[in-house]
């Protein structure tokens, strides 16, 4: 198996929206760099964060997501359409 290439090597993403770093972001991105020895975050300690981040997000959206299917299913009414006025 062919090791991974580094961020910089591997062309960027194909429809995928970036992700705004928050401050709260930032500063975690910078306590990563100040443990691993470097004065400013790099694009690994942001790409770290943000992943954590959509990872946490998508676990929220999940558990939202069945919440939203129960409440929708008593709203939906079949075989209602409207009509054009003229």
């Known amino acids: 198996m062919a090791a991974k ?15 705004t770093l928050t401050t709260k972001d930032k500063s975690e991105a910078q306590q990563r760099a ?21 990872a946490a997000k998508k676990k929220g959206a999940a558990k939202k997501k069945g919440a939203a299917k129960k409440k929708g299913a008593a709203k939906k009414r079949k075989g209602t359409t409207r009509r054009k006025r003229s």
């Open 34 to 54: 100040k443990r691993a020895g470097r004065n400013y975050p790099n694009l690994v300690d942001n790409m770290a964060v943000a992943k954590k981040k959509g």
């Open 5 to 19: 290439k580094a961020p910089w090597d591997r062309p960027a993403p194909k429809r995928k929206r970036s992700r």
